[in-house]
């Protein structure tokens, strides 16, 4: 009797879990156009005695976009680079 009762539950959860996994709403990408406005807020570059041309490199910059809805967003970006001779990583905030 225990066995056919636990069917029912785990038949019973799988229900419920098939109907709200089901009924999520599926989300669409959308393209907008914009314009956008960018300035460097800070700039470094500092040499490490390593070998010849190794820098590394610190870039903080400020933007705003407007976009054809007539929203407006603002970033801030940050940028730290590790280069020999102007090749090497790059990371972005």
């Not at 069917?7 to 599926?26: C, D, E, F, K, M």
């Not at 989300?27 to 470094?44: L, R």
């Not at 500092?46 to 610190?58: A, I, S």
Request: charged content about 15%; hydrophobic content about 45%; aromatic content about 12%.
């Amino acid at each position: 009797m225990a066995t056919k009762k636990t069917v029912w539950i785990l038949l019973g959860v799988l229900v419920i879990s098939a109907w709200v996994l089901g009924s999520a709403t599926q989300a669409g990408a959308e393209t907008w156009k914009y314009k956008f406005y960018t300035w460097v807020v800070k700039g470094e570059s500092v040499p490490v005695p390593d070998v010849e041309g190794h820098n590394v490199n610190l870039s903080m910059r400020g933007a705003f976009y407007i976009f054809e809805n007539g929203e407006i967003a603002t970033m801030t970006h940050v940028g730290v680079g590790d280069t020999v001779k102007g090749t090497g990583t790059f990371m972005q905030y």
